[in-house]
């Protein structure tokens, strides 16, 4: 079970930050389109944005599964500082998630807009704040 878990959980973070990194080239391979252009069609790949949300939500599943199979006390004892650092950005992620679903419902209401304008912005910080959660799960459980 608990390599299922496993399992699940890289998939989870393969959707995830590839949903991150594929919205960071489609921004730039849009650079020349006129903003409506880019407007709609960035409205479009926003589709993307559901890999990420079921990305999301098996980092969350498997990720408690993984720390309830080993006990929670033995997995904030053996991630240390790096895992109390992981789940902060952790819940950082969450909540630019949810401003990111509200800012996406706004845009498509006005089909663009200064909440569109927002949108690549936070998406770098999400996806730098992404990186960085690997990087301290990797330095947490080595």
Not at 48 to 68: D, H, R, T
């Given at each position: 079970?608990?390599?299922?878990?496993?399992?699940?959980?890289?998939?989870?973070?393969?959707?995830?930050?590839?949903?991150?990194?594929?919205?960071?080239?489609?921004?730039?391979?849009?650079?020349?389109?006129?903003?409506?252009?880019?407007?709609?069609?960035?409205?479009?790949?926003?589709?993307?944005?559901?890999?990420?949300?079921?990305?999301?939500?098996?980092?969350?599943?498997?990720?408690?599964?993984?720390?309830?199979?080993?006990?929670?006390?033995?997995?904030?004892?053996?991630?240390?500082?790096?895992?109390?650092?992981?789940?902060?950005?952790?819940?950082?992620?969450?909540?630019?998630?949810?401003?990111?679903?509200?800012?996406?419902?706004?845009?498509?209401?006005?089909?663009?807009?200064?909440?569109?304008?927002?949108?690549?912005?936070?998406?770098?910080v999400m996806l730098a704040i992404g990186v960085a959660i690997v990087v301290?799960?990797?330095?947490?459980?080595?």
């Amino acid at each position: 079970m608990y390599l299922t878990l496993l399992f699940l959980h890289f998939i989870g973070l393969a959707l995830g930050v590839g949903t991150g990194f594929a919205q960071l080239t489609l921004g730039f391979a849009t650079r020349d389109m006129s903003p409506e252009e880019r407007a709609k069609f960035m409205l479009r790949a926003s589709a993307l944005g559901k890999n990420g949300s079921y990305g999301l939500l098996l980092l969350l599943a498997s990720g408690i599964g993984l720390m309830a199979m080993r006990g929670v006390g033995a997995t904030f004892q053996w991630g240390g500082g790096a895992f109390h650092l992981k789940l902060t950005l952790t819940l950082i992620f969450i909540g630019f998630f949810g401003y990111v679903q509200v800012l996406l419902r706004r845009a498509k209401r006005e089909k663009g807009g200064p909440a569109m304008a927002l949108l690549p912005k936070i998406g770098r910080v999400m996806l730098a704040i992404g990186v960085a959660i690997v990087v301290c799960a990797v330095i947490a459980f080595k």
